[in-house]
């Protein structure tokens, strides 16, 4: 079965600096990667995918991620975070038994 | 224009009631799922339809029944509601089933409180 480790619980970032998001995944063939973001109060608005190819994936709102099958990992990045970047965010993996497993969450504070 | 679209937002209710969650999408999709995040906001698939027949039915007690009239609605009944079913409950949405890489759309979710 499959499985999504974000090892981090929560970030606090300045306005204006970058983000990265660690993200480890387990799964026996091919995966599909997701980053999902939650905004306070809402529900999950997806940012990017990976499913083949080019390695980097570019997303909306300014984010990418780069697969490394190499070390089973699929972290999110942004150059320059804004305040609205404040959120819960989530890596999932998602397998031909239908399923899509989310980590934990990665909780993201800006700050001014 | 709502995608996917979820009612109650909020449903606060007595322990040993029986309640019901809507969900309806817009997509055209031929997939609904049923989600439920606990207090650390973990989230962990419920139920899968797909073209109202069922495909996921993770280890969800008895109490929970998803019943999916069409296969734009996917509803779920909770009998003897429990102080352990307070959480949220979203609804997604995907093309198709069969491919693990189909992208889910959630609904806003619906926040669940059993006093």
């Known amino acids: 079965a499959q499985s999504v480790t974000q090892p981090d619980i929560h970030i606090t970032v300045s306005e204006g600096a970058s983000l990265e998001l660690r993200c480890n995944y387990s799964?026996?063939?091919?995966?599909?990667l997701f980053w999902y973001v939650q905004s306070p109060g809402q529900g999950l608005q997806l940012l990017l995918k990976y499913f083949s190819g080019d390695t980097l994936v570019q997303g909306i709102k300014g984010f990418e991620a780069e697969f490394k099958r190499s070390q089973s990992s699929f972290n999110l990045r942004k150059p320059s975070v804004h305040w609205s970047d404040a959120a819960e965010y989530f890596c999932?993996?998602?397998?031909?038994?239908?399923?899509?497993?989310f980590g934990a969450g990665t909780t993201v504070t800006v700050r001014a | 224009d709502t995608a996917v679209s979820q009612t109650p937002k909020y449903l606060v209710t007595q322990m040993g009631n029986d309640k019901s969650i809507k969900c309806e999408q817009n997509l055209g999709h031929d997939t609904m799922y049923w989600y439920k995040q606990d207090s650390k906001k973990f989230l962990k698939i419920m139920f899968s339809y797909n073209n109202k027949e069922l495909i996921i039915n993770e280890t969800v007690p008895n109490r929970f029944s998803p019943k999916s009239p069409d296969k734009a609605h996917l509803n779920l009944h909770i009998n003897s509601l429990e102080l352990g079913d307070s959480a949220v409950y979203f609804c997604?949405?995907?093309?198709?089933?069969?491919?693990?890489?189909?992208?889910?759309?959630f609904g806003p979710g619906t926040r669940l409180t059993v006093l």
């Open positions: 999932a993996v998602g397998s031909n038994d239908y399923k899509l497993s």
């Open positions: 799964y026996g063939a091919t995966p599909y």
């Open positions: 997604a949405s995907s093309q198709d089933h069969a491919a693990g890489g189909d992208t889910q759309y």
